[in-house]
């Protein structure tokens, strides 16, 4: 943790004053001190406050870490969003400061573009609400009841978007494919949602490996 690193890298830069010869002492210990400045840098990572987001994302970009979405995204054709692996996407529960889309009052991701959100079996990309809290102490229609909608993915724009080591927590509709949109959706997991994945021309694998094709 983030308190043990700190505390090893006194402990080495203490014992390095002590030494007679301190730049030989460094050099010897080089590679632990290195282990652990990266150790401490990936815990104040994980502390910084989550970058927030809305709208149309008008260029090629990269999200890593946390992001916290606070209304409705727009992927226009011919701009691409990879998401890196361990990235964690937060919607903010029942919440839209755009207040449009398919869905008012909960945030949507409408892809027309591309959107590459390839995690692996370590670090895998995890899409969920702000909040967690179980669908069955909402009111209203089982449909209604969930914190945030999904990934849309709307047109052929689309097709060249992937999904895969994903998990989804508590969406209304996880992932949809709409006017002839075709994404690749391999290993992902669904929980705690309405549905998973809604339509026939998504391809791919399941996260047990099997082949999937899911009508909707």
Same mark, same amino acid.
């Given at each position: ?29 080089? &590679? ?21 987001? &809305? ?7 990269? *999200? ?22 361990? +990235? ?10 755009? +207040? ?35 669908? &069955?102490?909402?009111?209203?229609? +089982?449909? &209604?009841?969930?914190? *945030? ?68």
């Amino acid at each position: 943790d983030f308190a043990g690193a700190k505390a090893g890298l006194t402990t080495l830069l203490e014992r390095a004053r002590a030494a007679q010869d301190a730049a030989a002492f460094l050099e010897q210990n080089e &590679s632990r001190i290195v282990t652990l400045l990266q150790q401490c840098n990936l815990h104040l990572e994980e502390l910084a406050p989550a970058k927030r987001f &809305s709208g149309r994302v008008n260029n090629n970009t990269t *999200w890593t870490g946390t992001l916290l979405l606070t209304g409705d995204v727009f992927v226009p054709p011919g701009v691409v969003v990879t998401i890196k692996p361990g +990235a964690t996407i937060m919607a903010e529960s029942c919440a839209d400061d755009l +207040a449009r889309g398919t869905y008012a009052g909960a945030i949507e991701i409408l892809v027309h573009g591309t959107l590459l959100a390839v995690g692996t079996a370590e670090k895998r990309i995890v899409f969920e609400p702000s909040e967690k809290n179980p669908p &069955s102490s909402r009111r209203g229609p +089982a449909s &209604s009841r969930f914190p *945030w909608v999904g990934i849309i993915f709307a047109g052929k724009g689309a097709n060249q978007s992937r999904l895969e080591h994903c998990v989804f927590r508590e969406a209304q509709h996880a992932v949809v494919a709409n006017d002839r949109a075709a994404p690749r959706v391999t290993r992902c997991h669904f929980t705690g949602g309405y549905v998973g994945i809604t339509s026939a021309r998504i391809t791919g694998k399941d996260k047990a490996g099997d082949d999937l094709n899911t009508p909707g």
